[in-house]
């Protein structure tokens, strides 16, 4: 679809999708790159402590959670495949250590993926994020 788009704003086009989407994937904010994103674990602060960008617009409900068991499964499904061809453990040995391994993964990928959905949606200027930009809006 390349039509008039309700996502890019009437101020401007897109931001630069890669280097937001690296900042959020570190968890910073997409706009400034130094300022947290999140708020404890997986709550995303209202704005960027730092350069006060407004993040409270963000719609990353689900999205992360379903992209961390894809990525989750996609790489332990191998994983599991490769344990058991290779060294045959007790599948009591097979169930802790998948397990283990999927919880830790999951853990650990989970707010890394919602810092890169809300950087996609900023850089887009999806959801309320298209306002001008306050350097450029200025000028």
Known sequence: ???PSSTAGAQGGDRPLGPAMRRG?????????????LHR??????ACPDCGTVLHHHRADDGPAYLTILITGHLLAPAMLMM???WRPAPWVMAVTL????????LWLLPRIKGALVAIQWSRRMHGFGAPDPETADA
Do not use: F, Q
């Open 25 to 37: 994937w570190r968890r910073r904010c997409p706009a400034c790159g130094t300022g947290r994103i």
């Open 99 to 106: 397990s283990v391994l999927t919880v830790g993964l999951a």
């Open 84 to 86: 058991w061809e290779l």
């Open 1 to 3: 679809m390349t039509g």
């Open 41 to 46: 674990y997986l709550k995303v602060r209202d």
